[in-house]
Every structure is written in structure tokens, then in C-alpha cells.
């Protein structure tokens, strides 16, 4: 977890990322993102699914969604559901 976070340092941030999270939760319209940009939550979101690849997306108890189009209210919802919310 630790090399895959620090592999990420230095990752363009994806400002694009953001609009389109805007616009999705504003309108219920998206489109493609760029799996090289990264937001705060895809960089959590990459890093779990290197520690654990039993939580990676597509897995049984895994992400709905790619890393890279994780937002926080996903990964927060995903945690409560796979770890149980307190």
C-alpha cells in the first residue's frame, strides 16, 4: 500500500474529475474520465485495492466503480458496507 501510494505522488490532479462529479450529482449526466488523472478518493481507492485486491473493483466485496472514479461519498459508502459503519 505504502509503494502504490508513494508511485501516485506527483499524479496530475484531475480538476476535470471534480466538474464532471458536479455535474453528475447536479444533472445525472457523465461521461469518460481520464484514468490518469486522480482525486483524493481515487488515490485511497487505488491504495486499498493494492493492500487488499479482494476489495479491487469487480471483485465480490469490491468498488462499484473503477479506482480512478471513486469520490468520497463512494468510497465512503463502500467502507460502511464492506468494514460495517460504527
Known amino acids: 500500500m505504502v509503494t502504490t ?3 501516485l505522488l506527483g499524479q496530475k490532479y484531475s480538476w476535470r474529475e471534480v466538474i464532471r462529479i458536479a455535474v453528475f450529482r447536479l444533472t445525472g449526466k457523465t461521461w469518460d474520465t481520464d484514468p490518469r488523472g486522480y482525486i483524493c478518493s ?3 481507492a ?3 485495492a493494492a493492500a ?3 476489495l479491487a473493483y469487480k471483485m465480490p466485496n469490491g468498488m462499484r466503480y473503477p479506482a480512478h472514479r ?3 461519498e ?3 459508502t463502500w467502507s460502511d458496507t464492506v468494514f460495517g459503519a460504527n
Open 46 to 48: 487505488t491504495c486499498i
Open 5 to 7: 501510494s508513494s508511485s
Open 52 to 54: 487488499r485486491w479482494d
Open 70 to 72: 471513486i469520490w468520497p
Open 74 to 76: 463512494e468510497i465512503a
Open 42 to 44: 481515487g488515490h485511497v
